[in-house]
């Protein structure tokens, strides 16, 4: 049998926390043959109810659960962990300013970031969840410098999984059959969704989903705008955000970043800018990846004609102004 992985789910009591939890134990996110122990770290207001989580986990007696760690000492939860999903953050309510959300939350991981440092595995891979989830990444990584840049991403997995849910709808398709979409920036409303180089495979081999949408105004017009708008429609039904769907994202976001991508296939992930497509280095930006041996690589050489070229600088220029915005919070 495998060594087991530790996995840290931060905001283990919340929302998320309680829809991703029994996917890790189940072995969704690392597979069906992966022993893990959970580290779930939550605030002292959320004790209570983080411990009733684990009691949950150890009534559900999953085969692959060899431990559960439940505290609200972060250095504590951060000890030796190989996998860190950083769900826990300071949620904007009514009547706040942007400004005070993110100095909230650049507070948070920046100490966040300190403990991992210290604590964590040596090849601890970070995944954030949190919003504003790129800056939030960006703080981490900024004040993590020993952990490796490659090392520290965010998720934008779950903006291009509702990508290839729109184009299925449209297209009567299987998600097997569909694949590339691209979602390129902020996970915000200015992400750009991208189906340019996104093929769809039918019974006379594969075709560009721009072709056999053939609807140039559905897919440069409502198409985006639901992409962009989905947190906010699933918010408006459900009166909660969309914890499943995030769970889902979260665990394809590591799985393949662990397990690698299939052959011809790329994902979405929020990334560490290397000027790859004339994004600005530096920045926390989803690019299309794929993933080997525990390694992603930004797939280069993608034609981007204006109207994308448009909209991803736009996306970037809002995580140059969210940069700004944070490191304005920490002086
Ligand atoms: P929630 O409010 O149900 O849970 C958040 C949990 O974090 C709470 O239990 C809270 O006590 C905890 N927490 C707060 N500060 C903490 C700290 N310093 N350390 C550890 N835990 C802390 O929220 P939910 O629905 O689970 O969402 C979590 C975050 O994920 C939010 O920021 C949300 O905006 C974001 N999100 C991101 C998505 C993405 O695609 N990137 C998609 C959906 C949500």
Sequence with gaps: EKDPVRVLVTGAAGQI???????????VMLGLDQPVILHLLDIEPAAEALNGVKME????????????????DVVEACKDVNIAIMVGGFPRKEGMERKDVMSKNVSIYKAQAAALEQHAAADCKVLVVANPANTNALVLKEFAPSIPEKNITCLTRLDHNRALGQILERLNAHV??????????????TQYPDVNHATVTTSSGGK???ELVADDNWLNTDFIATVQQRGAAIIKARKLSSALSAASAACDHIRDW??????????????YSDGSYGIQPGL?????????????????????????????DATANELIEEKSLAYSCLN
């Design 208 to 210: 560009l989903v721009r």
């Design 176 to 189: 097997s059959d569909v694949k590339n979409v691209i979602i390129w920036g902020n996970h915000s409303s």
């Design 258 to 271: 662990v397990l690698g991508t299939p052959k011809g296939t790329w994902v979405s992930m929020g990334v």
């Design 57 to 72: 986990l150890i009534d559900a007696a999953f085969p692959l659960l060899k431990g559960v760690v439940a505290t609200t």
């Design 284 to 312: 926390i930006y989803s690019f299309p990846v794929t993933c080997e041996k525990g390694q992603w690589s930004i797939v280069q050489g993608l034609k981007i004609d204006e109207f994308s070229r448009k909209k991803m």
């Design 17 to 27: 926390g309680y829809a991703i939890v029994p996917m890790i134990a189940r072995g």
